[in-house]
């Protein structure tokens, strides 16, 4: 249902007589205004313009001020600015509501309910117009900017995009550093006066980074107002454009956006018509609505896809952990040069530590086979790791020459007659007009052979050299990549490419992302054990995230002895990541041994959901806890899971989710007593009881710990 | 036939002990040499290492100096330099000596003979290995580095080539201005040393230029020195390495390699082993030997292609002149901004003018097949020609949608049933991943609507931004739309790529380049008289190329009211270009409408070759004239093609080409007595005559003018 009021611009400069007299007060320099309401009526949302034609918004939750007036606007190359000296062309307003069902999600259905206004903006100097598009939803307001067909707006190239957020206060931030090549940076979390001070220690060093300034902050920001407002600003719907980062003023508590540049310093290449991405402000006076919060995905467009039978959840195991704790080698050999095509692997020597050999990924799908799993992950099985690595090397991978030890044929007629699919991996080393050379022949390789989902992987500098992983080229390639996927049938997971913005909904091929911290780097000296705490309220608004949870032997030392990290986490609280970290690919990381070793504890991940009908978010604080249940999709059975950060806590959950009358066999997977993430993680102990809608349990998480609950009717 | 001399080091230190000796005078600071000899041993050439450990060469022809010492090696990035402290590892000397038969050519067997001295040099403190390889042919040297497999030398980045030309004096040349992006400036011809003074005039303006300094100039540079040697340096076997251009030091008459660099300012990608592209030096005391040169070519790989049977030369004509002229328009319609697959075509105004139209191809199909030509190229009949121009527009053409306008279905089947094929044109305007992502497509397209060459280009600044059509990153990109392109058995012919350096003969199917300034400047203010003169000692040394002779209609106002350009060349001189200017891929680039009026001279056009068993230059002195005969392959007729420059001139030639006792009947299309190329271009005489390998003749050229003959054997 679409409802649109139309002002013509002489009914609009009456209202607006009336309207500036209301604001007059309020916005002493700004002569013009218009007010939108979310449906529910808690949110308002204004846009103003000022005297000297600026255009700006503010936005008030429950009348608080979330973003005090802001600034909007675009600085150009080789033109003039598109920042001041607007007069309101049009104004039109309209209210959308309509519900969607998801390919897979954490829910059934979704509402997209929203009001809508249309502003459309002209500079009388160039004869330019913009727009300016406001949604206000019950969750959150999303705007961006569109560029209409016009002769005096063709082509044209961003300096800088200004759009402001004016924040009412000095939030508790949860951030990351700002930086236009990774997302793999731990969480900080400080009031956002601290952000400059703690920014030097904040930027670990990785592969491939470009932090952006002392105060520059990454999207989703996750932050918390002293007066008890949750507020989270990020992104949907990046397409053909570069990817935001907010830079502080730390002063005025102002974030601007700063796009990801290009080679030559450009900041994004624009035809009119466009339209930008929405910038998105989700809040909440309950942490809980952010985690619930659908305002991403319904800022996307729906799927164009007619066909999605071929889409499905996945959880999975690999040939991966060894690889990633030191215990085996992507490569066959300990060359530190090879060259494709020319290096005869035949006549070089192993090196004895090859992971992704037959006989072994035979054992990993015969275990994949008897636990249930849809897929096997195997890494390291084209040739070219021996230094695929830091080199940009242009013909690094070709995506589906195997190394002798690998046979294509067997293993896949051998994983067929088990059921298990194997789940391709092409790594590209950020070499990705390699990977474009061979996209094509590599789809069509995994469709020949029966591999129906990628994991890419962009590590490393990026070749175009001088392009970022977050800027509008490789923005382009990562959809270019996931859409001629679709085209073969295949669903990506892809790992250091841009965030995500909730372009799922469009291209639901598109499973999982990495673009954060995930549980590898508990092998690369641990996360922090408040990080899954935080991730929901951050890195997975913009889309699923593949975290690998489900690490059972926490010391790494055990499997490689080289190795001194801890995962720090309770293997209670690997089994709650299950559910508390969203994903329709959920891979069981550890080894198959380790999970042989505790199976009782094992039986939670074999059970668990990866689809679902329905959420809740129980309990919620960022970074310091989260207890989430999900109805598993086309069931009544629902899986609980906790997770909490150093401290520990006591959790207690009603369980009036579940249907009345109905009763259901409760099976939690909790800390025991003695259980700390770092000198006990793998004391857990699993009880059995009765559940009904008036059911209610108070739970005892352990530091770094927490807790799963698989919650089966009873027929 | 190869002969091979392997000197141990202790060997090698008593041969140069007695060079030393020989060479101690004539270079002071260099205590190491070592000399070949060609195999007619005229020229001589010497390998010599400083005391400081520094490579350099010289090369004598006839005791004359042709290259002083000169200085060898690189600058690397963030890297020691390899440029001095190397010592004499290994060297080894052999002889080669073979015929083989191009695809196509000039000549039906070429000799390649050569003695080869290969140098190891190591350097001491790095550890590290190069190779330096000359080869000596009787018309000139060749050689190129070598870095060989090692652990201390294996990614490396390129800072700078240092590889010298130091020339023996202030020779007169003919040079382009050294530039990153274009090579269609006019020749300048000047003493070296007046190239600083020369240069900013010769700068004229081009869609993508980035000339490089007040005194670099290209390759191929053809030189002559005041005591009658000619001189002409370029590179053979451009692969994964950038263009090769010379900074001239013009008080010491040396020049020097300046690499094109990346958009990061390096000049080369590199991972060990690996061979650079060949220096050349083509020398003789008779211009006309540099002509006949086969030296670049010898110095390309043989081919690999198995099966060859689908390259065939080509004689065509095209929709092309009409809108080069401004008569017609690339685009189907006047819109300034259009989107693909987003503008509807059909629901806009066509404007009126567009050529490539099903009516109007059909026309040139009909014109073709009745006179024999073998393709009707077709450019602008797909979607996107309004503004795929200067916007550095990423998606701005798919290569396989038609403009409505233009039946593709229906003229395959139309020329098909004609004889006649359809030239297929990808203008890429320069965005070549928008190219390759669409280059499997549209060569599948290009197949099944029976197309088999294709015309691409490469107009405007390149994307990814920043980079240059000489980088090392689009020298990759020109070479692997050839390859890809050999799979579906379709021949090149590629426009503003790189200057070729005989690639041809490792892939035939590169069938043409435009990398020159073409006929179509004629259209754009006019060529130099003397261009035709000077372009076979500089451009064609690398490969054909496609310069679309054959302007019949020299006044363009004729044409377009609009156009105020003529034609600097008579009508006769015309003919003349598909004899002097070899190339497999001739155009009959004037309207159809303009043949019709001259028939007489369109009959040598009809008649004249595009594949030769034999080639002999009869006269030629660079900037002057050049007159060429050629024997049509598999036949006993000859083709003769004159040209000269703005003076006029007689030529004077002997027909001692002719088998002895054969008897011949020659057609000569000369120049009218009163024929100018610019106030009465269109004179012209043909007269028919009866000749043998006795006979000789003088015929007149006009200023600008020249002459054709076609030969025929009379059975």
């Known amino acids: 249902m679409i409802l649109s009021v139309f002002y013509s611009r002489d009914t609009f400069l009456r209202i607006f007589k009336v309207l500036f007299i209301c604001y007059t007060f309020a916005y002493p320099n700004f002569g013009f205004a218009q007010e939108i309401k979310s449906p529910d009526g808690h949110l308002v949302a204004h846009f103003s313009l000022s005297d000297s034609g600026e255009p700006a918004y503010d936005l008030w939750y429950k009348s608080k001020p979330v973003i005090k007036q802001s600034l909007l606007g675009f600085k150009l190359k080789d033109a003039p600015d598109l920042l001041s000296g607007f007069e309101v062309n049009e104004t039109s307003q309209s209210t959308f509501d309509e519900s969607w069902k998801p390919v897979w999600g954490e829910v059934k259905e979704i509402r997209n309910h929203y009001n809508q206004l249309m502003i459309t903006l002209r500079q009388p100097k160039t004869k330019r117009l913009i727009q300016i598009c406001f949604r206000l939803f019950n969750d959150g307001l ?29 939030h508790k931030a949860f951030w990351l550093p700002g930086d236009y090549d990774t997302q793999e940076y731990s969480t900080i979390t400080s009031d956002l006066s601290q952000v400059r001070e703690k920014m030097k220690a904040a ?19 996750m932050m918390k107002s002293k007066d008890g407002l949750y507020i989270n600003i990020h992104e949907a719907a990046l397409v053909d454009y570069s990817c935001l980062s907010l830079e502080l003023d730390d002063r005025n508590m102002v974030l601007e956006s700063v796009l990801t540049p290009d080679v030559l310093g450009n900041k994004g290449y624009l035809q009119a018509p466009f339209q930008s991405p929405w910038r998105t402000i989700i809040v909440s006076d309950k942490a809980a609505d952010i985690l619930e919060s659908k305002l991403v995905l319904n800022l996307n467009d729906p ?100 190394y002798p030890d690998f046979d294509v044929k067997d293993l896949s007629s051998y994983a067929s007659a088990k059921g298990v699919k194997i789940m391709m991996h092409h790594e590209t080393s950020g070499s990705v007009r390699n990977y474009e050379r061979h996209l094509d022949t590599a789809y069509k390789f995994m ?40 085209d073969y049938k295949i669903m990506v997971n892809g790992h250091e490419a841009v965030r995500p913005t909730g372009l799922s909904r469009t291209y639901p091929n598109l499973i999982g992302n990495e673009s954060a911290r995930g549980t590898e780097y508990e092998a690369f000296g641990g996360n922090n054990p408040d990080h899954t705490t935080i991730l929901p309220f951050t890195r997975l608004i913009g889309g699923p995230m593949d975290y690998t949870p489900g690490i059972f032997e926490t010391k790494l030392s055990k499997l490689n002895p080289g190795n001194n990290s801890s995962v720090n986490s309770t293997l209670a609280r690997q089994l709650a990541l299950y559910v508390t970290m969203y994903s329709p690919l959920q891979m069981a990381a550890d080894l198959p041994e380790n999970y042989e070793r505790f199976e009782d504890a094992f039986q939670f991940i074999k059970d668990v959901a990866v689809d679902w009908d329905d959420t809740r978010v129980l309990e919620a604080e960022p970074g310091d806890y989260i207890t989430i249940v999900r ?78 609950i698989s919650i089966i009717e009873i027929n």
């Open 303 to 402: 799927t164009q896809f007619k066909d999605v039978s071929w889409i499905k959840p996945i959880k999975y195991i690999g040939v991966w952990w060894e690889m990633i704790t030191g215990k085996s080698t992507w490569s066959y050999t300990d060359l530190s040069n090879v060259q494709l095509g020319i290096t005869d692997y035949l006549k070089t020597k192993p090196n004895g530590k090859h992971a992704a050999n037959t006989l072994k990924v035979k054992s990993y799908i015969d275990f994949a086979a008897k636990h249930g799993f849809d897929a096997v992950l195997v890494e390291g099985w084209n040739q070219g790791w021996e230094d695929w690595f830091g080199q940009t090397k242009d013909y690094v991978f070709d995506f589906v020459t195997p």
């Open 447 to 486: 469709v020949d052979n029966g591999y129906n989902s990628v994991k890419s992987g962009y590590v490393g500098n990026i070749l175009p050299r001088g392009e970022h992983h977050s800027g509008q080229w490789l923005v382009n390639h990562y959809l270019y990549a996931v859409k001629k996927a679709a």
């Open 631 to 708: 109805k598993a999709k086309g069931t009544n059975n629902w899986f609980a899971g906790s997770t909490c950060d150093e401290q520990g806590r006591t959790s207690s959950i009603k369980f009036d989710f579940l249907d009345v009358g109905k009763k259901y066999l409760a099976t939690i997977y909790s800390d025991a007593k003695s259980a700390h993430f770092s000198n006990n993680p793998q004391a857990y102990q699993i009880k059995k009881l009765h559940v009904n809608s008036s059911s209610s349990l108070k739970i005892k998480c352990a530091p770094g710990g927490g807790y799963a």
């Open 203 to 221: 930027i670990t060093p990785n592969v491939s980074q470009t932090p952006i300034s002392a105060t520059a902050v990454q999207t989703p920001i």
């Open 142 to 170: 999303g705007f961006r900017y569109g560029f209409p067909a016009q002769d005096s707006l063709n082509y044209f190239t961003i300096k800088e995009e200004r759009t402001q957020f004016a924040l009412a206060g000095d």
